[in-house]
């Protein structure tokens, strides 16, 4: 079914380390991420790029913490931008590093709450991204958008006032391979559904996604993905800056975003943590838009037979 199509680009990189988020939404524009979704039938519209605001925040206490005021105004930034997509739109927000989460999903649990429905995060990442201000040790505060949107820390008064929360219960997160103490202890404090790589080896990727859509579908809920380039082994997606070995293969990720799209349920996507400094000849932007033409409706059937010889 064809869908109306908003992309939204995020091109935040101060929740990271390494730079190079910020080219990210560009890469996908250039891999053509629009004019890929156009030919399957779908109504596109590229909406810019969000900007951050300005913003003067009290310190925290760690002082490891970097970017802290533009951290703030990134993420106050996208939650209105994100707060403006319409109900009849699915919103594509091109990353950016992840921080860009705890602005898109907030608004997105507001949009939700709109329509008198739960919303559901299908979080697809090799990190849990669970820490908060005085946890991470980093101080980079990609890993924290998690703890921020659930309510489960206190982030104010630096970032805002949630204008929407997501049940912990209500999030499925599939692929980590790199959690660290505090983030463990946090996880096994919540309802969370985790399937990390060891479960997805001993059990297959199909049975978690399986169970979780089943919980999205009888709750009527909105469905958001958060697609971290590093759920991907690193060697199919070099464009990250924290690469892990042992990442989803090829096929599992199609197999996901197939699934994603035969389920109906998905109303809203990030693509986060796209380094294209890191890339290989755009190998990864690419790749990133091949799965996402796979969950708004492209067959790995019609992908072309390259010629022998």
């Known amino acids: 079914m064809a869908k109306h199509i908003t992309l ?105 709450e709109t329509d008198g429905r739960p919303l559901f995060v299908l979080w697809l990442d090799a990190h849990s991204d669970i820490h908060d201000f005085d946890s991470t040790d980093s101080g980079n505060l990609h890993g924290t958008p998690v703890a921020y949107f659930t309510g489960l820390s206190d982030f104010s008064p630096q970032f805002p006032v949630l204008p929407g929360r997501v049940d912990p219960a209500n999030i499925c997160m599939i692929g980590l391979r790199s959690v660290d103490p505090h983030e463990k202890a946090a996880l096994a404090r919540t309802d969370i559904q985790v399937a990390d790589m060891r479960a997805i080896d001993e059990h297959g990727i199909a049975a978690p996604l399986r169970a979780f859509l089943d919980r999205v579908e009888a709750a009527n809920g ?20 924290t690469t892990v ?45 091949d799965f996402v033409a796979s969950l708004f409706g492209k067959s790995v059937l019609d992908r072309p037979t390259r010629a022998r010889g």
Do not use: Y
């Open 8 to 112: 939204l680009g995020a091109p935040i990189q101060t929740g990271a380390w390494r730079r190079g988020c910020l080219m990210g939404p560009d890469a996908l524009r250039t891999a053509d991420l629009a004019a890929t979704l156009t030919v399957l039938g779908h109504d596109v519209t590229d909406a810019g790029d969000v900007s951050p605001e300005v913003l003067s925040v009290p310190a925290t206490e760690n002082q490891t913490i970097r970017d802290l005021d533009l951290c703030a105004g990134w993420v106050r930034a996208l939650q209105a931008a994100a707060g403006k997509v319409t109900q009849d739109t699915t919103p594509v927000f091109m990353g950016g590093d992840h921080l860009m989460a705890a602005g898109t999903v907030p608004a997105m649990a507001a949009r939700a």
């Open 245 to 289: 070995p042992g990442g989803a293969t090829f096929r599992e990720a199609h197999l996901v975003m197939e699934w994603l799209h035969d389920s109906g349920l998905v109303t809203s996507l990030d693509i986060a943590e796209l380094n294209p400094f890191m890339d290989e000849r755009g190998k990864t932007a690419r790749l990133m838009v």
């Open 222 to 241: 909105h469905l958001h993905v958060s697609f971290d380039v590093d759920f991907l082994e690193p060697d199919i997606a070099p464009a990250v800056g």
